[in-house]
């Protein structure tokens, strides 16, 4: 096919999703509740691509296209973000994915997330006069775990060369792309790491933010990318990458060493999951928040849910007294399984749960949730399926927007600053230790129904993921929604100062949650962006849901 037809395909496809659909399910037989859309999922029999931005979804689909399975698609789509989103994701952030080989019929979870300097600690950080967990800077960098996961996710599961898929980065990465209005509104964020002058120099061309349309190259990052497709992984942890990362990281008073980035490993583990009304859910566990999610619907499946109406003050009660009870064990029980054991099986038992409904008041809020890590708003996810349903979910982050604020010197790469989700208290779980995989907020999710893949996806957006993932499927599973309406409907996002409600939530279901004690605060833009693709049990076709949130784009063939 030629890179006319591909793209006027692509085109066409992107087109068919934004006709408003019939409003029959196409999940079930139950008619959707809950209101309107403005798109209907994507359909295709070949494979299906979803994504936070369309350049990402059609590298994604080209790789398909070529002959590559579902994690081929997914390594090159994340490679593209890193360029085309890089206040989000970067080759210099982690990674978690969960996998499912319909050959072998084998649902795996690969950690990918990096461990901190063996010489950090709290009291190393006391004496250069730091007293609280820093934000951003050098003290922030963890050993970067996303090309580790790459290269692992291939190795195992892939069919092509980390040459083949990182090819469209490159492409974009060298000759540049249009900035969209969506990146560039986040773009504006880059002025706070402007002191940076590697950083400045790369992201701040002519002293300021990119604007909408503008053109942007990032040629450094497509060297960087263009020695790991050469010369693999090791380029990165073992090689010149590395010796360049540690350099800059000495001259930033980091305690990060070659020995660091050389000791990197990720892990293939079990997934954690829980059932919900004949769907087994499945999330990653610690040092990762999925438990969050597999609480809350242990909760929720107690209740007549769908009784309440869809959004109404009762509902969302009910749904933030559940999150609030969910979070309070993960702020405690979220930290590095290598130095803490969180109790998951008394924590995802349906009697656990039992007895945290009995602390529920229908008619009264409870109090705060216990703090957790702040930030890390700034996530890319993405998800693939490809013609024999091998499925992927896949989610990939520096943290907050820009991570760290660094760049590591010419090598074009932003270093996350995932090490601000670790605690300060020396008596926590998760405080910071040598050699340590901080709290994550990365949680990609996978769904089966009669032991077979029936929904692959994901919430992006720091402490909003695990609320975002029990909402989602609320939608899906209690109310009917087919995959594009229950990623469109409006969510809420409770935080330790008050609960925000999208604006379509209206004024009486907002005077309720205040007359039972709920104090209803306002965050524009914090509700999260989401991708996922919907198996049809019966016909074996794929449905592609994506966020009008975000520059989101779901494409099949």
Known sequence: MSRFKVLAFIFALVFTSMIPANSQNSVGDKPAKGGGRTRSAVRAMNGMVATSQPLASAAGLRILQQGGNAVDAAVAAAAVLCVVEPMMVSPGGDLFALVWDAKKKELKALNASGRAPKAASIDALKKRGVTKTPQHGIHTVTVPGAVDGWAKLLERNGTMKLSQVLQPAIEYAERGFPVTDVIAADWDNALQHKANADFAATFLPNGKPLEPGEMFTNKNLAE??????????????????????????????GFHTAEDFANHTSNWLDP????????????????????????????????????????????????????????????????????????L?????????????????????????????????????????????????????????????????????????????????????????????????????????????????????????????????????????????????????????????????????????????????????????????????????????????????????
């Not at 609960?499 to 279901?509: P, T, W, Y």
């Open 224 to 253: 960087t990318l263009k020695l790991i497709a050469a010369k693999g992984r090791d380029v990165f942890y073992k090689g010149e990458i590395a010796q360049k990362i540690v350099k800059f990281a000495k001259s930033q008073g």
């Open 272 to 343: 954690i999951s829980t059932t919900y009304r004949g769907h087994t859910v499945y999330e990653l566990p610690p040092n990762n928040q999925g438990l969050a999610v597999l609480e809350m619907l242990n909760i929720l499946e107690g209740y007549n849910v769908r009784s309440l109406g869809h959004n109404s003050a009762e509902y969302l009660h009910l749904l933030v007294e559940a999150k609030k009870l969910a979070y309070a064990d993960r702020a405690w029980h979220i930290a590095d399984p290598a130095f803490y054991k969180a109790p």
């Open 345 to 557: 099986e008394k924590l995802l038992s349906k009697e656990y749960a039992a007895e945290q409904r009995k602390k529920i008041d229908t008619n009264k809020a409870a109090g705060d949730t216990p703090p957790g890590p702040r930030g890390g708003e700034d996530t890319v996810y993405l998800t693939v399926v490809d013609k024999d349903h091998n499925a992927v979910s896949f989610i990939q982050s520096i943290f907050s927007a820009f991570g760290s604020g660094l760049v590591a010197g010419d090598t074009g790469v932003i270093l996350h600053n995932r090490g601000a989700g670790f605690s300060f208290d020396p008596n926590h779980p998760n405080k910071l230790e040598g050699g340590k995989r901080p709290f994550h907020t990365l949680i990609p999710a996978m769904v089966f129904k009669d032991g077979k893949p029936w929904l692959t996806f994901g919430v992006m957006g720091g402490d909003m993921q695990a609320q975002g993932h029990a909402q989602v499927l609320l939608n899906l599973i209690d109310f009917g929604m087919d995959v594009q309406q229950a990623g469109e409907q409006a969510r809420f996002r409770d935080f330790e100062s008050g609960l925000a409600l999208e604006s379509a939530i209206g004024a009486d279901v907002r005077k309720t949650l205040e007359a039972k004690g709920h104090r209803l605060t306002i965050a524009p833009g914090m509700f999260g962006g989401y991708q996922a693709i919907w198996i049809d049990p019966k016909t074996g076709a794929l449905f592609g849901g994506s966020d009008p949130r975000k520059d989101g784009c779901a494409i099949g063939w």
